[in-house]
Antibody
Framework: QVQLVQSGSELKKPGASVKVSCKAS????????MNWVRQAPGQGLEWMGW????????TYAQGFTGRFVFSLDTSVSTAYLQISSLKAEDTAVYYC??????????????????WGQGTLVTVSS | QSALTQPASVSGSPGQSITISCTGT?????????VSWYQQHPGKAPKVMIY???NRPSGVPERFSGSKSGNTASLTISGLQAEDEADYYC???????????FGGGTKLTVL
């Protein structure tokens, strides 16, 4: 069965960096785009972008360029989200979520069929 | 401010039907059928309930249905049950540089 398992909660100081992992199992990791979604405390969902797990090419949503980096380690079927120069407003739960359309369709389904359990990143001095 | 507009809250009694609206524009909901709906219980990850406007993934009860008219998509839940109490989010592909937008979410209370 498909599973996305994320790394545990993080407490960081402003200005530090954090790297969140998302380990996939139960399917061919490199066949499906991986998305990242942010949810600030008590707030709604915000799409951050995706990474093509076949090519490694990332696409970032407006507002998530510069300090946010998506990466992969296909040898361990894991996607990563790294955030640098952390600010208090980065405090949120970060989810990885799979797009269900295989890459060879050369398109996306633009919805998310499997989600990780979420990783809480808290930025506080 | 979210790109898609949803009511903050809706409520209904067990057995009743409710509808949650999701209003977008001619750059997203109005021109693309990439509208999806997610259910999120407190402290849990979202779960897709509807994709491509009206399709239900395997395992989602038939009580959940989706539709679209113009720039507004809707999620209808019939035969409300206590376990339907959750937050619901709509999402759409958009031709803007953002690509994927969510609504602000609707809290469903089952009375």
């Amino acid at each position: 069965q498909v599973q996305l398992v994320q790394s545990g909660s993080e407490l960081k100081k402003p200005g530090a960096s954090v790297k969140v992992s998302c380990k996939a199992s139960g399917y061919t990791f490199t066949s499906y785009v991986m998305n990242w979604v942010r949810q600030a405390p008590g707030q709604g969902l915000e799409w951050m972008g995706w990474i093509n797990t076949n090519t490694g090419n990332p696409t970032y949503a407006q507002g998530f360029t510069g300090r946010f980096v998506f990466s992969l380690d296909t040898s361990v079927s894991t996607a990563y989200l790294q955030i640098s120069s952390l600010k208090a407003e980065d405090t949120a739960v970060y989810y990885c979520a799979r797009d269900p359309l295989p890459y060879y369709y050369n398109s996306n389904a633009y919805y998310f069929d499997y989600w990780g359990q979420g990783t809480l990143v808290t930025v506080s001095s | 401010q979210s790109a898609l507009t949803q009511p903050a809250s809706v409520s209904g009694s067990p057995g009743q039907s409710i509808t949650i609206s999701c209003t977008g524009t001619s750059s997203d909901v109005g021109v693309y059928n990439y509208v999806s709906w997610y259910q999120q219980h407190p402290g849990k990850a979202p779960k897709v309930m509807i994709y491509e406007v009206s399709n239900r993934p395997s395992g989602v009860p038939e009580r959940f249905s989706g539709s679209k008219s113009g720039n507004t998509a809707s999620l209808t839940i019939s035969g409300l049950q206590a376990e339907d109490e959750a937050d619901y989010y709509c999402s759409s592909y958009t031709r803007s540089s953002t690509l994927v937008v969510f609504g602000g979410g609707t809290k469903l209370t089952v009375l």
